[in-house]
Each structure stands twice: as structure tokens, then as C-alpha cells.
């Protein structure tokens, strides 16, 4: 695809090929305590002023079987998108790329090919999500591009 012209920003042309691309994070294991987190995402924490409860279920201490089993009860689903192709293969293909194609325009195809996982969101037509959500990405990693998408089903 061609990069398009329409846009009035200027900047050097991008080498794709210079790039590193990321594909699937290493997987880590569930932890059952703040002392087990690492101490550099714990000192971001305390420069957001998060309380130590948000913290633990940020840092995905002891979360999964509290979150899931609430959501469970009304049919939303909220999980990575990773995981979600692996455990609704049928939900994800219906929606994934729906909104906008990965071959409308340039930039929508550079996205569709180098993400690297995101969140996923399903929330069933009729059903009322019994919680909010606050999503952040906090990138620990200096020398990796991380590219992180979003898709809300509802």
C-alpha cells in the first residue's frame, strides 16, 4: 500500500524495515502477592496515587477468579485479545477488522500487521456490565514496540 498524502503532518519517512516487531508477550505467572511485582511497575502505582487494593488487581495479583466469576454471571467477556482468539474463535472472527478493514488505508493495514495482543470486550446485547473498566498500558520494555489494540463487542 501507499502511504497516504492526505495529511498535513510532516515528518521523515518511516523505515519499516529498521523496525523491531513484537509478537506474542512471554507468559507470566499469576502472583499472590504485591512483594512478587516489579518494583519499578510498584513505584509507577505510587506515582498515580493507586490505592494498594487497585494495585493488586492491576498487577493481576490474586484477580482472574474474582473478576471472571462477576462477569460470568451476565455474559461479558473481558479478557486479552490473545486469549480470546484462543478460548471464542468464532466471536473474535465476527468482529475482528469489522469497523474499519485492515486494507482500508495504510495506516490500518501498518496496525493490522505489526499489533501485538490488546484487551477484548464483550458485553451481550440486553446484558448490563456489573462493574467498570479502566484500561492502561504501562510499557516496561525500552527496546520492544508493544503495539496494544482495544476491541469493545457490545
Known amino acids: 500500500m501507499i502511504e497516504p498524502k492526505w495529511s498535513d503532518n510532516r515528518y521523515p519517512l518511516i523505515d519499516f524495515q529498521d523496525s523491531c516487531y513484537h509478537s506474542e508477550p512471554k507468559k507470566k505467572p499469576t502472583l499472590n502477592s ?9 513505584r509507577k502505582f505510587d506515582e498515580l496515587q493507586i ?13 482472574d477468579g474474582v473478576l471472571d466469576s462477576e462477569l460470568e454471571k451476565v455474559g ?7 486469549e480470546a482468539i484462543r478460548e471464542y474463535p468464532d466471536l473474535v472472527s465476527k468482529y475482528f477488522g469489522k469497523v474499519v478493514p485492515f486494507n482500508d488505508n495504510y495506516y490500518t493495514a501498518l496496525n493490522s500487521a505489526v ?6 470486550c464483550y458485553i451481550p446485547k440486553d446484558a448490563k ?5 479502566n484500561l492502561f498500558l504501562y510499557k516496561c520494555s525500552r ?12
Open 76 to 82: 461479558v467477556i473481558f479478557c486479552s485479545i490473545s
Open 143 to 154: 527496546n520492544r514496540a508493544i503495539r496494544e489494540d482495544t476491541y469493545s463487542c457490545c
Open 115 to 120: 499489533f501485538s495482543d490488546g484487551s477484548f
Open 51 to 63: 490505592p494498594v487494593s487497585e494495585q493488586k488487581r492491576l498487577a493481576n495479583v490474586v484477580v
Open 34 to 42: 504485591l512483594d512478587k511485582v516489579d518494583p519499578v511497575l510498584i
Open 129 to 133: 456490565c456489573p462493574m467498570k473498566f
